[in-house]
């Protein structure tokens, strides 16, 4: 039997995590601690004992934690998961706060996995402000976990080389998104046509940044170059917003975690895209559990038709689906990783040490590749 933990600031990627755990054969959820992330913690309390209830699975107990970073501040995800963390789906029957356990979140983390010492996964989907506070209250929790998977950070970046030449900048990035987006972005940046963000409002302004026709001798106006999914963030320009909610969070989990840690990156979760079609069929089930993420999911799917997405992605179940089932995963990176806590834009962003500076003995194992069809499976038992 394998045990879990799970950290969530529950909106509906995390909700579809938790029932594709819920639904795996030889799985036990100990509990489920939440965070303020997408949403304030009460409403993630109350997001957890929906999906429980609709599960049903009253039993598995849910615990109340950090309402704010460490540092005291918030960033708010309302825009995409709705105000209450659930696409604002009515619910009127929904559990209420009542069912939330007495002890808080940071204690049951430290106590569960005290009483199951090497047996227990803790998959963390949320900022990691519980996490960090639960090493930082006992030193030895991280020793004493199987191991730690979690969904955040940010992996890839290219830049050109200086030798590069202009017109070869803006052919490659021109290839790359007629290959990926079918057109090429052409608008006027600094007086000349340039291939760039024209989808800045939709992928964010790291994308493409000024790569001109015409040809540029002066290397220093040649900024650098990344596509649709590097170098980007989904909350700032280059941070993932689960590690840009709480950097300092992020920081101490990525240093002070001595377990196996597996990191299910915002580029990874990306490129590994479920296609729509997808998407219906496994929405068509005629399961209360089908017609309950139906609900849920309505405001991201109409989100994500506007903007001609090919596809969605559940970030936090790829971190699930790896803790579940080891042989999900086909490929990882093993690296040293950290966070950027300082900048005017890259606080907050994961650093992947390739060229092994930081000297540091443990290392990540970033998801590469993973077998989709497993994961189409885990994600179709979910709603059965």
């Given at each position: 039997?394998?045990?879990?933990?799970?950290?969530?600031?529950?909106?509906?990627?995390?909700?579809?995590?938790?029932?594709?755990?819920?639904?795996?054969?030889?799985?036990?959820?100990?509990?489920?601690?939440?965070?303020?992330?997408?949403?304030?913690?009460?409403?993630?309390?109350?997001?957890?004992?929906?999906?429980?209830?609709?599960?049903?699975?009253?039993?598995?107990?849910?615990?109340?934690?950090?309402?704010?970073?460490?540092?005291?501040?918030?960033?708010?995800?309302?825009?995409?998961?709705?105000?209450?963390?659930?696409?604002d789906a009515p619910h009127p029957d929904a559990p209420g706060l009542d069912l939330v356990q007495k002890e808080g979140a940071v204690s049951a983390m430290i106590r569960i996995v005290n009483e199951n010492p090497g047996e227990v996964s803790l998959v963390a989907t949320a900022p990691l402000t519980n996490v960090a506070l639960a090493v930082k209250l006992d030193?030895?929790?991280?020793?004493?976990?199987?191991?730690?998977?979690?969904?955040?950070?940010?992996?890839?970046?290219?830049?050109?080389?200086?030798?590069?030449?202009?017109?070869?900048?803006?052919?490659?990035?021109?290839?790359?998104?007629?290959?990926?987006?079918?057109?090429?972005?052409?608008?006027?940046?600094?007086?000349?046509?340039?291939?760039?963000?024209?989808?800045?409002?939709?992928?964010?302004?790291?994308?493409?940044?000024?790569?001109?026709?015409?040809?540029?001798?002066?290397?220093?106006?040649?900024?650098?170059?990344?596509?649709?999914?590097?170098?980007?963030?989904?909350?700032?320009?280059?941070?993932?917003?689960?590690?840009?909610?709480?950097?300092?969070?992020?920081?101490?989990?990525?240093?002070?975690?001595?377990?196996?840690?597996?990191?299910?990156?915002?580029?990874?979760?990306?490129?590994?895209?479920?296609?729509?079609?997808?998407?219906?069929?496994?929405?068509?089930?005629?399961?209360?559990?089908?017609?309950?993420?139906?609900?849920?999911?309505?405001?991201?799917?109409?989100?994500?038709?506007?903007?001609?997405?090919?596809?969605?992605?559940?970030?936090?179940?790829?971190?699930?689906?790896?803790?579940?089932?080891?042989?999900?995963?086909?490929?990882?990176?093993?690296?040293?990783?950290?966070?950027?806590?300082?900048?005017?834009?890259?606080?907050?962003?994961?650093?992947?040490?390739?060229?092994?500076?930081?000297?540091?003995?443990?290392?990540?194992?970033?998801?590469?590749?993973?077998?989709?069809?497993?994961?189409?499976?885990?994600?179709?038992?979910?709603?059965?």
């Amino acid at each position: 039997m394998k045990k879990l933990l799970v950290d969530v600031d529950c909106g509906v990627d995390d909700a579809q995590a938790i029932m594709m755990a819920l639904a795996a054969p030889g799985v036990q959820i100990l509990g489920i601690t939440c965070v303020q992330g997408n949403t304030s913690v009460d409403n993630v309390c109350k997001n957890v004992l929906r999906v429980l209830k609709v599960c049903n699975h009253p039993e598995i107990p849910v615990f109340r934690g950090a309402t704010k970073s460490l540092l005291g501040q918030t960033i708010s995800a309302g825009d995409f998961h709705g105000k209450d963390g659930l696409g604002d789906a009515p619910h009127p029957d929904a559990p209420g706060l009542d069912l939330v356990q007495k002890e808080g979140a940071v204690s049951a983390m430290i106590r569960i996995v005290n009483e199951n010492p090497g047996e227990v996964s803790l998959v963390a989907t949320a900022p990691l402000t519980n996490v960090a506070l639960a090493v930082k209250l006992d030193p030895t929790f991280p020793q004493k976990l199987k191991g730690l998977y979690l969904m955040g950070g940010n992996t890839d970046c290219t830049r050109p080389t200086p030798i590069e030449s202009a017109s070869a900048i803006e052919a490659r990035v021109r290839a790359d998104f007629d290959l990926r987006l079918g057109r090429a972005a052409i608008m006027s940046v600094i007086g000349k046509k340039c291939v760039r963000a024209q989808f800045a409002a939709r992928w964010g302004d790291g994308d493409v940044r000024t790569v001109c026709h015409d040809s540029v001798k002066n290397r220093s106006s040649r900024q650098r170059i990344c596509d649709k999914m590097k170098a980007r963030g989904n909350i700032t320009v280059c941070g993932e917003y689960n590690f840009a909610a709480d950097p300092e969070a992020a920081y101490i989990v990525l240093n002070e975690f001595i377990c196996p840690v597996y990191i299910a990156s915002w580029e990874f979760t990306c490129r590994s895209e479920l296609p729509w079609a997808f998407c219906d069929g496994w929405l068509a089930q005629d399961t209360d559990k089908a017609r309950f993420m139906k609900q849920i999911f309505k405001q991201i799917m109409e989100s994500s038709s506007s903007n001609k997405t090919q596809g969605f992605i559940s970030c936090d179940s790829y971190a699930m689906a790896a803790a579940i089932d080891e042989t999900y995963i086909i490929e990882t990176d093993h690296k040293a990783v950290t966070v950027e806590l300082a900048g005017n834009f890259c606080r907050g962003m994961m650093v992947v040490d390739h060229l092994e500076i930081l000297k540091k003995t443990h290392k990540a194992h970033i998801l590469k590749k993973v077998d989709l069809e497993k994961f189409k499976t885990l994600m179709m038992n979910a709603l059965k």
